[in-house]
């Protein structure tokens, strides 16, 4: 039997709640998503009770038989069995599946909604926030009990690794580094490089004088007029034009489609017959 080892970073008891609030939503959504296609009219009836019933049977999987949450476990952490009694095993359980269903049961359940009821329970959800946010400051000073239940009931994490330390090699870290590097140049030089204007440069380099033609064409020609029908789709993106606009040409845009464009390349033309856009500017259809 491995020996605990009482002392866990606070990273890794944070990054087990978020697994395990992850873990715990995608068993619960599936489940649900399933049991409601098979029968919808039923589903809406006893979907609090079934929703308890689940969460009942995610806790009995993992904190009741294992006494470690599922994101605990995939951090190889666990609760300290000497102090999660059975008392303190039965509070969690209220604590943790109980006021869902509370909540759900008044929503649903109560055909009148009772004033004082509702009240109670908006009362309770923002105290809660209030002291999982205080509970979290005192977490980050202390690095025990990162979670408001956890505080209550005095329950602290373990780590079961026994103080074993992990052996990187220098190939490995360099291998970090360089990645790292390349990504914070990434991340750098992305934002700055005028994708539009490039592929605006590379068709006319592709398609030679043909577009500069359509263009000039294009310029000389008057304004023509849209029609814009149930069929009709933005130019650019290929959708159903949201605020559509057009350069006089004929051709739908969506507003943000044509003014993303020519924010970011002066020279942009239509990418059907190349007209550009008029001295007034975009035109509204």
Excluded at 85 to 107: C, D
Excluded at 115 to 134: C, G, K, M, Y
Excluded at 179 to 192: A, C, D, N, T, V
Aim: proline content about 3%.
């Amino acid at each position: 039997m491995l020996e605990k080892n009482k002392y866990v970073p606070r990273v890794n008891q944070i990054d087990a709640i978020y697994l395990n609030k992850d873990i715990t939503r995608m068993i619960r959504d599936n489940l649900l998503e399933n049991l409601q296609a098979i029968s919808p009219v039923l589903f809406l009836k006893i979907q609090p009770e079934l929703d308890l019933l689940i969460q009942s049977a995610i806790w009995l999987g993992s904190v009741g038989k294992r006494c470690s949450t599922f994101g605990q476990q995939l951090l190889v952490l666990s609760y300290d069995a000497e102090k999660l009694t059975v008392s303190r095993l039965a509070l969690h359980f209220a604590l943790t599946v109980l006021p869902g269903y509370i909540k759900s049961w008044e929503e649903r359940r109560l055909t009148q909604r009772v004033e004082w009821f509702s009240q109670a329970i908006t009362w309770v959800e923002h105290s809660a926030l209030v002291l999982n946010v205080l509970n979290y400051f005192r977490f980050l000073k202390t690095g025990r009990k990162p979670a408001l239940l956890d505080f209550l009931l005095g329950l602290d994490y373990i780590s079961l690794r026994n103080n074993q330390r992990r052996d990187i090699g220098y190939k490995y870290l360099t291998r970090e580094l360089l990645w790292g590097g390349f990504m914070e140049i990434l991340g750098l030089l992305l934002p700055i490089i005028n994708f539009r204007k490039i592929n605006r440069l590379l068709k006319s380099v592709v398609y030679g004088d043909s577009t500069q033609s359509r263009r000039r064409e294009s310029v000389s020609k008057e304004l023509v007029a849209v029609q814009l029908t149930t069929n009709s789709t933005c130019t650019y993106c290929g959708e159903r034009p949201t605020l559509p606009h057009h350069m006089g040409c004929g051709h739908i845009y969506c507003y943000y489609c044509l003014s993303a464009n020519l924010l970011t390349d002066a020279n942009f033309g239509c990418t059907k017959c190349g007209a550009t856009c008029p001295e007034q500017g975009v035109l509204s259809v």
